[in-house]
């Protein structure tokens, strides 16, 4: 059973969903990340939008943590190698919001090639101005996108039936496909009359569009970036506006978010270059929200929950319902004695027990015919082996799944004693039960003793 804190809030089918699983599901929205870090080897899983960076001391801090979800497509906010090198799944949603993307992306720049932003405040101030609003059409241009992922690939499908050329450059090989023709950097930046970026943050794409790359285009050309905003140097972009050598830019995505996404300044004062986007004509922006639809709310959700359902549930609903048969068996029957020795030899004498040094094992079989064993042994009466019980006896149940059987005792808050002991003929953990008799589990491997 895993237990799950969700720290941002997202759509109800994320929670339901997981909780239909069998997640327990906490909700954290307001502590510090400090606060979280502080409670978080609690957690078996963790989601997350963009509320603050998993960094290598949060992966160190959150010792059971079994997986890291990502409501959203990117996942630079975490320290992806690290927690990998944890063994920590990592979970993103880009099936979620790719088709939302791709339709701003085509959104936008129909707006900007029609002017529907600037010819609707003009109307609303009583300007009624045709000419000066003749559009521009994207039939017979050239698309290039950058990055031909799911974002990428999601925004090409949409534009067939545009009738343009859509060619891509991405640094893995052979990803294009029947919507888009890969080409070299150089041959999209000859060809291109509409930039796409579709690349996510890392180091190659941090500051790709500066001066330099600009300059290598061929013709003039409008820009689309919905991906990141690191990904342009904005001032190096105005400048290009200026040169008419970029002739309209479509930005979702601004250099100056902050990393959460949530603010666009830290401080108050404006960039320039910014100040300069804002007064432009040529220029659409929205903040950062070509991922954010009604649907995509909802598909970002539900891409999740089917994700931890792939990854821990298809094998763990065979885990499930072997948590749900528990104890199969009685596996010993322990007690004190004042004398071991004498007390096997007179149940050897009067009931025939077939006693060795440990006692006696008794075999039968279980429900599909395996043989089984169960083991009878006196202590001696000063033996710890029973505590921290202070009672005479102690008894061992068969269980099919130790691990997953005391990860969800603990879940129920009950007392484990010591740590699981794993010898060859199976596993071993101890437990209290409500009158504090120590219990011991035993996941055996019957097949040791033959
Ligand atoms: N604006 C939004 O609301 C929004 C929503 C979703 C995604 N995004 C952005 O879109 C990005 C892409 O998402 P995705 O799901 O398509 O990612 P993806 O991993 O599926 O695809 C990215 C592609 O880019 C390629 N690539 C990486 N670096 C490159 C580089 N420097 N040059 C050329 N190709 C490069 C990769 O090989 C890959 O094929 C996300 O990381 C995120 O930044 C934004």
Redesign the pocket.
Known sequence: MLKVLHIDTNHQVLKDGLEKLGCICSEDYTSSKTEIEQKISKYNGIVIRSRFKIDKQFINAAKNLKFIARV?????SIDVEYAAEKGIHLI?A?EG??N??SE?ALGMILSLFNNIKKADLEIRSGKWLREANRGVELEGKTVGL?????????FAKKLRGFDVEVIC????DG?GDENCTQVSLEELQEKTDVLSL?????K??HE?VNEDFINKFSKPFYLIN???GSAVVTNHLVNALISKKVLGACL??LEYEKGSFENLFENETLPKAFDYLIKADNVLLSP?????TVESKVRLAQTIVDKVETIFYSEGKELQQKELKKVTGIGGLFFKTKDPKAIKEWYKNHLGFNVDDWGCTFWWKDKKGNEASTQWSPFKSDTDYFNPSKKDYMFNYRVDNLEALLEKLNNEGVTIVGEIQKYEYGKFGWILDLEGNKIELWEPIDAAFK
């Open positions: 959203g497509a990117g996942l630079e993103s880009p919001n790719r939302a993307v701003q950058i990055g031909y992922g799911n974002m990428g690939k999601a450059y991405d640094i893995k990803v579709h690349t996510p943050f890392n190659l794409s790709m919905t991906a990141r979702d995505v950062h929200v070509a991922g954010w």
